[in-house]
C-alpha cells in the first residue's frame, strides 16, 4: 500500500535511502573490499575481461551511462553503453573476454532480453544487474547481481535506477580490485564514501518540499531542458526522461557542451533550463565550465533551476532557484542528484493532473518489442 503518500512514486523515492543500503548490505567488508561471491565469475574471469559493454532500455540505459564514467576511471577496461533495441540488431565486436552488463528493474524487457541472447551467442560472458528474483533475464544470464531495491509498482523507475548505479559501482569496484590497477587504491576510500551516500539521501529528502513547490509552479512551461556533463549528462539525460513519461511535457536532456552545437536555440524568455553542476571540489574545469554554460543560457533568457553542492556560491549569481544537494564525490554524485529531477517530474505532472503512477501509454515491464 501507498504507505499514507498520494501516490507510489513518491513511496518509493522516499525509500531510496533504504534502498540502496540493501544494494549495499552484505556485499562490502569492513576493510573496504568489495565482496560479490554470488555473482559466480571467478577472479580469473574477471582478469581476463578485456571490454565491458553495458546494454538496457530506458532509465536502465541511462544507469548504464554514469556507470561507465566510474568503471572506465576506475578499472581502465574501456566500457561502451547502448541501447538494448539498438546493439540486438547489429553486430558489435565481442568475445570470451568482453563482459556484457545487461541491466533491466523488470529482468523480462523483450530488447535486452534479447540483446543478452545475442551476446551469448558470441560467447560474451552476461552478467545481468537486476531487481526481480528468478526472472527471465537473470535466469539466461551467466552471472547475475540482484539489485535487492525491493518491488518497484509506480511505472517510472526510481529507485531502481539509484540501486541499479550502485550494483554497477560494486561490479566496477569489484573489477578494479581483482585487477589490483591504479585506481584500486582509491577502492575503500570510494566505498566509505558509498556507505555514506543513504544518509545524505535522507538529509536531502527532508528538504525536498521547495522542490514541489518548484514543480507545482513549472507546470504551464512549454519545455524544459536539462544540462549536465561528466555523470551530470546521464542525470540530465534521466531528468528530462522522467518529465516527458509523467507530464507529457517536451523535455530534452543535453551534455552541456553541445549546447553551442545547436540546441541553444530552443531557450527562449522563460524557458526553464534544470543545470546539473558537479561539486567544486571535483577534478578538472567541469563546474567552471557548467557556470558558465548557466551564465549563457541566462543571458539568452532562461529561467535556470540549479542543482548543485551546498554552499556552491559561484551559481549564485545566475541561478532563478537553487537545489542543494549534500557533498559527494563526482562520481557518486548521480546518487543524489537525480532525486530532485525524479520530484520534479511527479510534482509537475501532478500539478497537470496526471495520474502519476501509471502514465498513459506506458506499461511496467515491456515484454513486446
Ligand atoms: C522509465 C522506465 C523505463 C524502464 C525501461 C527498462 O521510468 O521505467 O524506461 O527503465 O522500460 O525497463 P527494465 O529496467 O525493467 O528493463
Redesign the pocket.
Known sequence: EKGGYDWFMLKEIEEQPAAIADTLLGRLTENGEIMLDEVRLSDQDLRDVDKVFIV???????AGLVAKYAIEHWTRIPCEVEL?SEFRYRDPVLDRSTLVVV???????M??LMALRHAKEQKARVLAI???NGST?PRESDAVLYTHGGP?IA????K??LT?VVACYLIGLHLAQVRGIKYADEVSAVVEQLNQVPGKLRDLLERIEPVRELGRDLKDARTVLFIGRHVGYPVAL?GA??LK??AYMHAEGFAAGELKHGPISLIDQGTPVVCVVPSPAGRGMLHDKIVSNIQEVRARGARTIVIAEEGDEAVLPYADHVIPVPRTPTLLAPLLTTVPLQVLAAEIAAARGHDVDQPRN?????TVE
Request: aromatic share 6%; hydrophobic share 35%; charged share 20%.
Open positions: 538496457a532500455c530506458g532509465t536502465s540505459y541511462h538494448a541491466i533491466s528493474q523488470s529482468g523480462e524487457t530488447d535486452t537486476c531487481n526481480t533475464i518497484e511505472v517510472a523507475s526510481t531502481a535506477f541499479q534521466e526522461l522522467k513519461e509523467l506506458l506499461a511496467k515491464s515491456v
